[in-house]
């Protein structure tokens, strides 16, 4: 039953993970971070990103061009650039160690201490990602409310709003922790066989011509 458990266990968080990484590598790089409708001009729609700006019109056209700067870009933009491209490498990083951990994966299959380690660490690199990949996404939804409720720009200026990779980093971030929490406490609910301790015998006895039992000569002391 434990094992069965474990096996589900690691099968599961596995698959979260995968799909939060999977999640998390679209959210950086989908320019849907920000949405902006203009009042004046219904027809266009702007949305921001990490890496560029686009412009999608009623005629299906979309027009994008790249943020011109790193350094001329807002604090918020900068650093998400930096923990999402993080995040993205420690899922990596966690699917390499995870898949090597995973019981029935050959990878060191005559070793269960270390796929037991490689798998723990596996389930702390996703959620380390999983954290990369909250953190920012949050950051940038905080000051979207800021700016959208800010009383000192006038209501006639167009307001930035929530895009769709906000809600589907949260949802990769959550995925990425999960998973990785699923595989750590099957890593820890591991435990390796230990040998059994050896029995002790006893020295074997042979029946004496009287009847009596006499040490195995092997065993007996030497008398002079």
């Known amino acids: 039953m434990a094992g069965g458990w474990r096996v589900k266990a690691q099968a599961g968080g596995m698959?979260?993970?995968l799909l939060g990484w999977v999640s998390s590598c679209v959210t950086t790089f989908v320019p849907?971070?920000?949405s902006l409708n203009l009042d004046l001009n219904e027809l266009e729609v702007w949305t921001m990103g990490l890496w560029q700006v686009c412009i999608a019109r009623e005629?299906?056209?979309?027009e994008c061009r790249a943020h011109g700067s790193f350094l001329?870009?807002?604090p918020a933009l900068r650093v998400s650039r930096l923990l999402m491209?993080?995040?993205?490498?420690?899922?990596?990083?966690g699917c390499l160690l995870a898949a090597s951990?995973?019981?029935g994966w050959r990878a060191c299959e005559d070793k269960p201490g270390l796929k037991r380690r490689l798998l723990l660490a596996g389930g702390?690199?996703?959620?380390?990602?999983?954290t990369g990949t909250l953190a920012p996404v949050s950051w940038v939804a905080y000051n979207t409310i800021l700016d959208f409720w800010d009383d000192t720009v006038p209501d006639i200026v167009p307001r930035w709003e929530f895009g769709e990779a906000i809600f589907l980093g949260w949802f990769a971030g959550a995925f990425l922790a999960a998973g990785g929490l699923l595989l750590a406490c099957s890593a820890c609910s591991t435990r390796t066989a230990k040998p059994p301790a050896p029995t002790c015998r006893q020295a074997p006895v042979t029946r004496g011509p009287a009847g009596g039992h006499h040490p195995h000569p092997k065993n007996?002391?030497?008398v002079i």
């Open 124 to 130: 702390a690199a996703f959620g380390t990602a999983g």
């Open 32 to 34: 849907l971070w920000k």
């Open 101 to 103: 951990g995973l019981q």
């Open 15 to 17: 698959l979260l993970a």
């Open 85 to 93: 491209c993080l995040s993205n490498g420690l899922g990596l990083l």
């Open 220 to 222: 007996a002391d030497l």
């Open 72 to 74: 001329a870009l807002p």
């Open 59 to 62: 005629e299906g056209s979309v």
